[in-house]
T-cell receptor, first 111, second 113 residues
Framework: EDQVTQSPEALRLQEGESSSLNCSYTVSGLRGLFWYRQDPGKGPEFLFTLYSAGEEKEKERLKATLTKKESFLHITAPKPEDSATYLCAVQGAGGGNKLTFGTGTQLKVEL | SQTIHQWPATLVQPVGSPLSLECTVEGTSNPNLYWYRQAAGRGLQLLFYSVGIGQISSEVPQNLSASRPQDRQFILSSKKLLLSDSGFYLC????????????FGSGTQLSVL
């Protein structure tokens, strides 16, 4: 069974204070690892897909990286508008169309 | 461009009452469609997915059912709601050929009292 564990559960940063969110996973045959952003009371919004170890993707202040056991979402010089819950999910070879999600990291960026 | 509509945004229902949540997708054909539930402190749980009209796969045995009467319409139903059915329900779609990158609706917050 595919499993995803995200840490920390919550993170409070000052504006401009860079940090990283962790997503540890176990999966049988990784087909893709996904990062989503979710604002309160809204549906998740797609950020990145990573397919193989060593792959990196960037979008504005966010950079996602992937190893064989975990993924990191690096946030550089965050702003208050980056405050949200960040979700990680994996799609394994044996899961068909199913994504397995972690419980997320709730990020709050303060002025 | 593709859009997904989900309604209602919030719903308060008594225990034992029926449920019908609707989701429609515009701007694409033959999408994969999904219903997820998100409970506080838990990850998104896949409830149902559909690869075509009338084709429904259930991931978790429960008090809910799903139907896909049209290509871009997905309905979540219950005949009698339980307290444990409370949660945030999300509809999503993906491109059939790649089965990745889910696009989510805005969600329905269901409270069963």
């Amino acid at each position: 069974e595919d499993q995803v564990t995200q840490s920390p559960e919550a993170l409070r940063l000052q504006e401009g204070e860079s940090s990283s969110l962790n997503c540890s996973y176990t999966v049988s045959g990784l087909r893709g690892l996904f990062w989503y952003r979710q604002d309160p009371g809204k549906g998740p919004e797609f950020l990145f897909t990573l397919y193989s170890a060593g792959e990196e993707k960037e979008k504005e202040r966010l950079k996602a990286t992937l190893t064989k056991k975990e993924s990191f979402l690096h946030i550089t010089a965050p702003k208050p508008e980056d405050s949200a819950t960040y979700l990680c999910a994996v799609q394994g070879a044996g899961g068909g169309n199913k994504l397995t999600f972690g419980t997320g990291t709730q990020l709050k960026v303060e002025l | 461009s593709q859009t997904i509509h989900q309604w209602p945004a919030t719903l308060v229902q008594p225990v034992g009452s029926p449920l019908s949540l609707e989701c429609t997708v515009e701007g694409t054909s033959n999408p994969n469609l999904y219903w997820y539930r998100q409970a506080a402190g838990r990850g998104l749980q896949l409830l149902f997915y559909s690869v075509g009209i009338g084709q429904i796969s259930s991931e978790v045995p429960q008090n809910l059912s799903a139907s896909r009467p049209q290509d871009r319409q997905f309905i979540l139903s219950s005949k009698k709601l339980l307290l444990s059915d409370s949660g945030f329900y999300l509809c999503a779609w993906s491109v059939t050929s790649t089965n990745e990158k889910l696009f989510f609706g805005s969600g329905t917050q269901l409270s069963v009292l």
